[in-house]
């Protein structure tokens, strides 16, 4: 069974930039299409970006777009996102997915492997 480990989290400063990684083992993700997404304390898990098996496709969340960039490297069995221009409403755990099919979809309900989140705080 493919585990996924995300890494990267950390505590930062409005407008600074991190990226974060979600390596898998266990099997591999170069045929899957995964996502990102993200829970802030009192809140539902929401979505924040996805993308597709070879990184021809991406979607992103309105409140992310045009800051955060997802890609992926499938030889190394990895998927990133790069978070620019960080608010502190951005502050939240980050979860890496992988997806129960071919389409993006902006919704849990459609990933079936998670990881188990790493911790993003935006605070001056």
């Known amino acids: 069974q493919v585990q996924l480990v995300e890494s990267g989290g950390g505590l930062v400063q409005p407008g600074d930039s991190l990226k974060l990684s979600c390596l898998a083992s266990g099997g591999t993700l170069s045929s899957f299409t995964m996502g990102w997404f993200r829970q802030a304390p009192g809140k539902e898990r929401e979505f924040v970006a996805g993308i597709g098996w070879n990184g021809g496709r991406t979607f992103y969340a309105d409140s992310v777009e045009g800051r955060f960039t997802i890609d992926r490297d499938n030889t190394r069995n990895t998927v990133y996102l790069q978070m620019n221009s960080l608010k502190p409403e951005d502050t939240a755990v980050y979860y890496c997915?992988?997806?129960?099919?071919?389409?993006?979809?902006?919704?849990?309900?459609?990933?079936?492997?998670w990881g188990q989140g790493t911790q993003v705080t935006v605070s001056s």
């Open positions: 997915a992988r997806s129960r099919g071919y389409v993006i979809v902006p919704l849990r309900v459609g990933y079936d492997v």
